[in-house]
């Protein structure tokens, strides 16, 4: 007799012997692994061991900070304080905010203000005689009757700037941008313009008085402000249009223009 069994589980079979022949039966074996428990048992696994790594990089994170705060607060203090003191990082004055500072009558004579921002700073009858202002940002500041003698303003950015009055001998605003800015009865004995960016109006203002040599650069104040030169003086800046337009007639070139007016007859 012969026996055909399919099945989808592990079989085992049993011989039994018999007088005449052998019966052979074919059991299935109840004690097999359900693969849909295992699988929910090892996902429920990952999910929890996923759900303690965050925990722990948590923990780990918010030790380090309170280690950080607690232990390098101070040096951190120490460092800001210093670089203030030398005004930024690497002494190139970074970190000096005096941005609508007010600064009136204020004292800060032979300072360094490299690249300091003085934004709408109010400077009135302040005293920054021999100071260093390279780079400095001096917009809409107002430095009414404020002492700048002998200081270095050379590359600093002074447009909308109130210098009423001011004391600028022997001053250096070689390359500062004055546009829109007001000087007048300014005292600018010595001081060098060259290269400056001055609204057309302004600068022929300080050219009725301007006079004196920079000690320091050895220039003219009035060759600085181009004093003279119709040429240079035809164009202003372009902060203005309407006040630093060029002439309505371009220089000739024999130069003859109206000493007046500033125009000029081409020929």
Not at 121 to 137: H, K, L, Q, V
Not at 152 to 179: F, K, P, Q, Y
Request: include cysteine; hydrophobic fraction near 35%; proline fraction near 4%.
């Amino acid at each position: 007799m012969v026996l055909t069994s399919i099945s989808l589980f592990p079989m085992k079979s049993i011989d039994i012997p018999s007088s005449s022949y052998t019966h052979r039966f074919l059991f299935t074996e109840q004690s097999a692994p359900k693969p849909k428990k295992v699988t929910c048992q090892l996902q429920e696994n990952v999910r929890e061991q996923k759900k303690w790594g965050k925990l722990v990089s948590t923990a780990l994170a918010a030790a380090a900070v309170i280690t950080f705060s607690t232990t390098n607060m101070s040096a951190l203090a120490d460092l800001n304080k210093f670089e203030a003191e030398t005004r930024g990082e690497f002494g190139i004055g970074s970190a000096a905010q005096f941005g609508s500072a007010d600064l009136k009558k204020a004292v800060h004579v032979n300072e360094n203000f490299r690249r300091a921002n003085f934004t709408a700073a109010d400077m009135r009858e302040s005293d920054f005689s021999g100071s260093t202002f390279n780079g400095a940002y001096l917009e809409k500041a107002v430095a009414y009757k404020a002492n700048f003698t002998g200081a270095d303003l050379s590359d600093t950015l002074m447009d909308r700037m109130v210098l009423n009055e001011a004391n600028l001998t022997n001053a250096i605003l070689v390359r500062s941008v004055l546009t829109r800015s007001d000087l007048g009865d300014a005292t600018i004995e010595g001081a060098d313009f060259s290269d400056a960016v001055i609204d057309l109006p302004q600068k022929q203002a300080l050219c009725k008085y301007a006079s004196g040599t920079n000690p320091v650069t050895g220039v003219s104040t009035r060759k600085s402000l181009g004093c003279g030169n119709s040429r240079r003086n035809a164009y202003g800046s372009p902060s203005s249009p309407l006040l630093s337009a060029p002439p309505k007639k371009l220089l000739d070139g024999d130069g003859f223009c109206d000493e007046a007016t500033g125009l000029c007859d081409a020929s």
